[in-house]
């Protein structure tokens, strides 16, 4: 007999919405790999900044919900493709501002049609109401999974002991 508190990754949401995030990925990158070369979180950054322009590492960092790391590594791609700019702030050092080069920007131009309708496929089976409805649920989930990431982190320090503190 099972016990109540048995995870069954069938039923569990953060389960399902990763394999959905997965699969729409996948599906959305045959939009733009093969013509561009782009990856995943190349396209996010291309996407974000279009978005924002200009913007700064870490608006892109909140937009795109990607870490740091993966931000700063794609930025470099990005820039390295001359497909967008970095410019030093001349009074602050530590701060940038990130754009789009024309290219850039001629690229989110031509990639962007067939990710809405991609999305527009993915949301076929939906009614417009059961479509409204979703969008208002993702953006609940989303601002309660920032509340539970703040409090994780404030829960699970980051700094570590070392031997000679225990």
Known sequence: MKKASTLEL???????????????????????????GLNVSQWR???A??????????????YSGM??????????????????TRTLDENDRRRSTIELTEEGRRIYDEISPGAVEYERDLLKP???????VLEALVDRLLSQAAILRQASSRTFPSRR???SSE
């Open 67 to 84: 870490d740091k790391v993966t931000v700063s590594r794609a930025l470099r791609e990005m820039v390295d493709k001359k497909l967008m």
């Open 49 to 62: 900044a279009a978005q924002l322009e200009p913007t700064s590492v870490t608006e892109l960092t909140d």
């Open 10 to 36: 069938q039923h569990f949401l953060p389960y399902k919405l990763s394999r959905l995030l997965n699969d729409v990925s996948i599906g959305l990158q045959r939009t733009y790999t093969p013509s561009f």
């Open 161 to 163: 002991r070392t031997a």
């Open 126 to 132: 939906l009614s417009a109401d059961e479509r409204k």
């Open 45 to 47: 950054m291309l996407a």
